[in-house]
């Protein structure tokens, strides 16, 4: 199922630069019941905190923030793994498009995939 919130995410990423609300926010809130039932330790509060911090520093959009966020309460692992393969794939994008912005949703889905096989 992330992998399919993921994949919808990315094309909204692709076509307009932009991940709408209503699919960033149900996550985040999902994500957060989940943490809330299910406490494991501080890690993923501590991955969340550090995505909103990049984003009020401007260094992370809003909406990758929230799909990071959503991914740390779900799981670290998820997490890691999305800002991981999203820079490898910022690295191509460089190289094959030469742009400077990446849809960062591109990335977090290859991440999602390696998750899967975690």
């Known amino acids: 199922m992330i992998l399919l919130w993921l994949l919808v995410c990315a094309r909204y990423d692709l076509r307009r630069r932009e991940?709408?609300?209503?699919?960033?926010?149900?996550?985040?809130?999902?994500?957060?019941?989940y943490r809330l039932l299910t406490p494991e330790g501080w890690l993923p509060w501590v991955?969340?905190?550090?995505?909103v911090l990049l984003t009020l520093a401007g260094a992370l959009p809003g909406g990758d923030m929230k799909g990071l966020?959503?991914?740390?309460?779900?799981?670290?692992?998820?997490?890691?793994?999305?800002?991981?393969?999203?820079?490898?794939?910022?690295?191509?994008?460089?190289v094959l498009r030469r742009e400077r912005r990446m849809p960062g949703y591109v990335g977090f889905v290859v991440g999602g995939v390696a998750w899967m096989f975690v």
Do not use: I, K, N, Q
């Open 69 to 94: 966020v959503a991914m740390a309460f779900f799981d670290p692992r998820l997490y890691l793994l999305a800002w991981l393969e999203a820079g490898v794939v910022y690295l191509l994008w460089r």
């Open 19 to 33: 991940v709408p609300d209503w699919l960033t926010l149900p996550a985040v809130g999902l994500a957060l019941v």
């Open 47 to 51: 991955l969340a905190g550090v995505s």
